[in-house]
């Protein structure tokens, strides 16, 4: 019965196209990631500062969707344990995402390499999980979005105590704050999404009867 049931909460959220989708992003990562850090006229494994800021984030924008089903409240009214499906639901996205693009950066893993995508994936899921949270699935991707595109675009490159803690993003991996940042917003995220799940819009019907 629980293996029916994961093949079925698996095909419904899409799990197939999420995998696919993350080990494409996991190549182009590595292939941009290996002729931008052969460039003679780049800083070596240092000019890879944008394959590890938007490859984890496109990533993590494939999980939105996955984040809810066809219908959350139908879900939430069944018995079923659902708090522990969606804990081991992120979990498991984020151990593949992280796994995954951990690959891509495993040539010289502590210059915006394996380590960095490892965490930039935390903080990514964890931003699209909140995002559900608040948002709703489809709109889950907003957030992070926004967040680390603003990041990428405005943030310096110093490697301070605060500035790595907002821009944990384009940090590199030795820097304990941006470790810290991210991993709190993936609790953060987690926590509230297994907790309450993906917001469920509702549909207002606008020109009913007795309607002005």
Known sequence: MTSRLLTLHLRSRGASTFLVGVGVIALL???????LASRPYFDGAAA?????????????LLLGPTLAGADEDLEHSTPLPWRAWRAGHLLVAAFVTAMALS?????????????ALMRNALGCIGLVAGGAVLLGARLAWLPAFVYVCAVYAAAPR???TVIAAWAWPVQ?????????????????????????????LSVRRFGSKGAP
């Open 103 to 115: 690959v891509a950066g495993l040539r010289a893993p502590d210059t915006y390499g394996a380590h």
């Open 29 to 35: 990562a590595w292939a941009a990631g290996a002729w």
């Open 48 to 60: 890879r500062v944008p394959v590890v800021a938007l490859a984890p984030l496109l990533a993590a």
């Open 172 to 200: 590199p991996s030795t820097i304990t704050a941006s470790w810290l940042a991210a991993a709190t917003i993936f609790t953060v995220g987690a926590a509230g999404y297994v907790h309450g799940g993906s917001r469920a």
């Open 158 to 160: 110093q490697t301070g």
